[in-house]
C-alpha cells in the first residue's frame, strides 16, 4: 500500500498562475524518493500540499489510503504523520529555544505537557541535541 499517493493535482497560485499541471505521484512504504527541480520549479508548493498547508485546485492528496481533507481534525492527522522541513531555516524556526521548536508540533497534536516532555527530550537525545534544548535555535 502506498504511504502517499498524489492523484492528478493541480494547484493555482491565488493570481491565477498555474504552478502544478496533472501530477500523479505515489510512494510505497519504505521507498526512498528525491524530488529534483530549478528553483521556481514548484517543488515546495507540491511539498506543502502533503500536509494540507495548501489546499489543491482539483485533485487529491491521499495518506494511508485516507484522502486528506481540509477540516481541523482531518488536518491535524495527517500532520502527526507528514512534516515538514523548510529549506531557510529562518522559515522554520520560531521558538527562543530547541526545545520550544521541537515541542511544537506535540503540542499541536493535543499532547499533556508532560507527553511534550517526553517526546521532546527522547527526540534530542536521539539526534544527540540534548544538550542544546535550552540554546537558541540559530
Do not use: W
Not at 94 to 116: I, R, Y
Amino acid at each position: 500500500m502506498a504511504i502517499l499517493e498524489v492523484k492528478d493535482l493541480y494547484y493555482n497560485y491565488p493570481d491565477g498562475t498555474e504552478a502544478i499541471k496533472g501530477i500523479n505521484f505515489k510512494v510505497e512504504e519504505g521507498q526512498m524518493i528525491s524530488i529534483l527541480g530549478p528553483n521556481g520549479a514548484g517543488k515546495s508548493t507540491f511539498f506543502l500540499h502533503f500536509n494540507g498547508i495548501i489546499e489543491p485546485t482539483s485533485g487529491e492528496i491521499i495518506i494511508d489510503g485516507e484522502t486528506l481533507k481540509y477540516d481541523k481534525k482531518s488536518l491535524l492527522k495527517a500532520r502527526a504523520k507528514v512534516g515538514i522541513v523548510f529549506q531557510n531555516p529562518d522559515d522554520q524556526l520560531f521558538a527562543p529555544t530547541v526545545f520550544e521548536d521541537v515541542a511544537f508540533g506535540p503540542m499541536n497534536m493535543g499532547l499533556s505537557e508532560e507527553e511534550v516532555k517526553q517526546r521532546v527530550e527522547e527526540s534530542l537525545k536521539v539526534v544527540g541535541m540534548a544538550e542544546y534544548s535550552h540554546k537558541a535555535p540559530h
